[in-house]
């Protein structure tokens, strides 16, 4: 099973328009990721919230961490060609988990195209 | 600055050849980490290291995958008696210390076995 499971997998939508893509666990995580990846490209780092109820602004993109730290969503207003990607939420191994504490865990992320 | 980088960008192999990726990190950075992406989808970590020292390989598939960073720059992740299910993106990625700092990404190795 995933750690991370991302909603929707796939989204489509013309130029102008909001969406919104979710990041959903049932563990406890100290705090979240989100990446973008385009095409032919490594992910880039967006954002990293670590309060629950936590929201951060970049640019038209809004990131939010759930109040139990469990979920996060991403909520982009009137999207542009250039937000197409794939999007990729990611946690660290906990603080318990000793020498794994580098290594990232990913969703398998919502890939957006967005239309002119 | 140059990012990390990686080589060959494409490489094309007969079922059991060996394999070496190369990844060539940002300079100065502490940690290094090799994922494998399938289309469409997140990382999958393999390994990492703090400098030289492995620090983690439980996410090696199984013994015919290695890694190494003598020098604690350059790793090297080797595949030996390749097989069509290891064709995938590797990708490397660095990050300044240890646990908590950014992880850049480099641009990754398409890996086709055939």
């Known amino acids: 099973t995933q750690l991370l499971e991302q909603s929707p997998q796939f989204l489509s939508i013309q130029e102008g328009e909001n969406l919104t893509v979710y990041c959903n666990s049932s563990s406890v995580f100290s705090s979240l990721q989100w990446y973008r990846q385009e095409p032919g490209e490594g992910p880039v780092l967006l954002v990293t919230?670590?309060?629950?109820?936590e929201v951060k602004k970049l640019k038209r993109l809004t990131f939010q961490f759930g109040d139990a730290r469990k979920d996060s969503s991403l909520h982009i207003t009137a999207a542009q060609p250039g937000d197409t990607g794939l999007y990729l939420c990611?946690?660290?191994?906990?603080?318990?988990?000793?020498?794994?504490?580098?290594?990232?865990?990913f969703g398998r992320g919502t890939q957006l195209t967005v239309w002119p | 600055g140059a990012g990390v980088s990686q080589s060959p960008r494409y490489k094309v192999t007969k079922r059991g050849q060996d394999v070496a990726l190369r990844c060539d990190p940002i300079?100065?950075?502490?940690?290094l980490y090799w994922y494998r992406q399938a289309l469409g989808q997140g990382p999958e970590f393999l390994t990492y290291?703090?400098?030289?020292?492995?620090?983690?390989k439980s996410g090696l598939p199984n013994d015919r995958f290695s890694a190494e960073r003598p020098e604690g720059s350059i790793s090297t992740l080797t595949i030996q008696r390749t097989e069509q299910r290891d064709s995938a993106m590797y990708r490397c990625?660095?990050?300044?210390?240890?646990?908590?700092?950014?992880?850049?990404f480099g641009p990754g190795t398409r890996l086709t076995v055939t």
């Open positions: 990625a660095s990050s300044l210390g240890h646990g908590r700092n950014e992880q850049y």
């Open positions: 990611a946690v660290r191994g906990g603080a318990d988990r000793g020498s794994t504490l580098g290594r990232l865990y």
């Open positions: 919230v670590v309060t629950g109820g």
């Open positions: 300079s100065g950075h502490v940690s």
């Open positions: 290291f703090n400098y030289e020292a492995q620090q983690d």
